[in-house]
């Protein structure tokens, strides 16, 4: 110990410069520490090595107790290593049995209060037994010799010395405000044990790392360990300074490619070869004669060559004009020899990937057969309307297919810039061709399929309208010569097979509208779903969820329940969900492994989609008078909707709820007036007119309704109020009315009756001048359902009305 430490120390233990303690606060032990016994003195997160003087702060009671002791009597302590550092009281069991013994170099009470302590580490020890008696922790322990070179010969204790300390420098070179006295001091040991403990002391290691070494008494494991922990540190180090030379080299990136670059023309220029442009200037010339331009782009490539040719490459239109050569040169010019269409496997393909739509496979096949007999002529374009999930985009992928060429899809949803179909000049920073020629050159081929998606949701704006832009696209006496804003030269689209699809012709401009031809797909029927399902949805959900048929089978009676009670679409976008939640309930089954096969039937479905989402609406509503079921057409396909008449005391106004727009209000106004004019023969009384308030209500009142068509089902809800009789209720109807009782012919007769089909009505009264329209109703559809022809309103009074009176005129009039 210190002779100057000793001196300082006074009579009470306590050193010079340090606030005295009394001898109650102190802890002093009444019996003196046995010589053979070591003062411990536990770390939280610190562990010190032999050789190795390091600062050390104490806090609490017994350390602090522990180390004026150690003071005072002059005494060597033993620095132990905690196994839990937030543990602020610790026993025996919780240090670590190997430490270090340590001289304390120097005390000192800091004016904040805080203990600081010296320590210099001497050697290691390791802990027989803690002895009882002290405030603080007594051991005895055995101390531990250091022996260089434990069952290894000197010269491998030397190579693993040799190498430690090459990376122990090499850290140090690496990080930065190193001080030379730690790399003199590592240059100068000459002990490997001692060169280990100081690398250990100073690398950023855990603490449980840094015990781990300690405890590691074998020099040559000791060294092993250490070299293993520094070169994982200098991988790091030598990443984080390969980063730092780039970012600084980053910064000066422009300014020496200029100088290389002048360089580089300089000694070419020496050598006769040039400017250096000569090679890429060749490659672009022979690329240029290879994309089989017509004269009129190949002139303006040349041009934009030699203009490439005399342009400096730290010029900023240089990659400007280089890109614009090589959109030229990608772009597929030349038109590939087209592969005969064989009409038979157009046809196969088309079964093959949809069931069901024959009349929309039978018009495609009349396509490809125009194609095929006249290869060069003015096709129409074609234009697929329908809901969602009904086959759309697919098609077009069929009808790639059969043509043997290659399809490219265009997104047209949400696009409200002309620049996306016409592209961008030159003159803008990032300027690209349009959605068009991007397409056709990511298809590689001037003859592709090309799918205009979502055509019925294009917008506008401030830059312009992209469905206007389209009409030189589709317009087959235009686009022959279609000029591009980015390319600005005439490209040909006659060849392209143009292909569109929407879901509602409404929002289509009416020049756009005019040049597609229009292919209505309506919605499927049950047995054409679960075809669907069984062909198709199954096997594609069983493949996306890692299965086989082997381990799950889906049964048709399955099918049928989740068609008919878990959705409700015209597609089978949802069927395809629901199939895919069952499929996932089995996967999970099979991969725990509670069996290898898994039949799904009709009664394991609550269990695994819960109760039924859909239920049968129809027996409840109309089995009051006053309600009728009608049939809409929505933009997803057909659906049912019910109109409520209800009669309240009043003075004979009309009240409508539900959202109905002008036209159904006047439908309604048209019935109750038609209602008013033939009250005699209907066999109600007219004076209820005049005492009562009637209430026309249409469910879904969130849901805007407009249209003529459900002036039938009002003039029903009305009649069925006022004479106390029910409508049938397998049964829904549509219809203009006139006042005159004439019942007018509406559309979407097809979407309507499947959507009666799909609700399990048996009946629907249609106006007779529809019946055009029978020939587009599935057969499917046509067997499910009785069609009623409506000529008059007498008509659909006679076959709408339930014979069973519920309550009369009469008994209606005493209880208003």
Known sequence: MREDLREDLTSTGTPAGASRMPAAESGRPTAEVPADALIILPTRNFVLFPGIVFPLSIGRPASIAAAQEAVRLQRQVGVVLQRDSEQNDPAPIDLHRIGTVANIARYVTAPDGAHHLICQGVQRFRVVEYLNGWPFFVARVERIEEVEGQQVTDKQIEARFVNLRRQALEALALLPGVPQELIGTIQSVSSPSQLADLVAAYMDLKPDEKQEILETIDIAARLDRISRLLAGRLEVLRLSEEIGKQTRASLDERQREVLLREQMAAIQRQLGEGDGKGAEIKELSEAITKAQMPKEVEEQARKELRRLERMSEASPEHSMVRSYLDWLIELPWALPEDKPIDIGEARRILDEDHFGLEKIKRR??????????????????????????????????????????????????????????????????????????????????????????????????????????????????????????????????????????????????????????????????????????????????LEANGLTAEQVEVTDGALREIIRHFTREAGVRNLEREIGRVLRHAAVRIAEGETRHLRIDLAELPAILGARQIEDEVAMRVSVPGVATGLAWTPVGGDILFVEATRIPGGGKLILTGQLGDVMRESAQAALSLVKNRAASIGIDPALFEKSDIHIHVPAGAIPKDGPSAGVAMFMALVSLLTGRTIRRDTAMTGEISLRGLVLPVGGIKEKTAAAARAGLGRVMLPARNRKDLEDISEEVKQQLEFVWLETVADAIAAGLDVQTVETAEGSARAA
């Open 364 to 541: 495609i096949v009349e396509y490809l057969a125009v194609r095929k007999l006249a290869p060069h002529g003015k096709a129409p374009i074609l234009c697929f309307v329908g809901p969602p999930g009904v086959g759309k985009t697919s098609l077009g992928q069929s009808i790639a297919r059969a043509m043997g060429r290659k399809f490219v899809r265009v997104s047209l949803g949400g696009v409200h810039d002309e620049a996306e179909i016409r592209g961008h000049r030159r003159t803008y920073i990032g300027a690209l061709p349009g959605n068009i020629i991007q397409a056709i050159r990511k298809a590689g081929a001037r003859n592709c399929v090309m799918m205009l998606d979502e055509i019925d949701k294009l917008g506008s704006g401030i830059h312009g309208d992209p469905a206007s832009a389209l009409l030189e696209v589709l317009d087959p006496e235009q686009n022959n010569s279609f000029r591009d804003n980015y390319l600005a030269v005439p490209f040909d689209l006659s060849r392209v097979v143009f292909i569109t699809t929407a879901n509602v012709l409404d929002t289509i401009p009416g020049p756009l509208r005019d040049r597609m031809e229009i292919i209505a797909l309506t919605g499927y029927t049950e047995s054409e779903k679960l075809q669907i399902a069984r062909r198709y949805l199954v096997r594609r959900q």
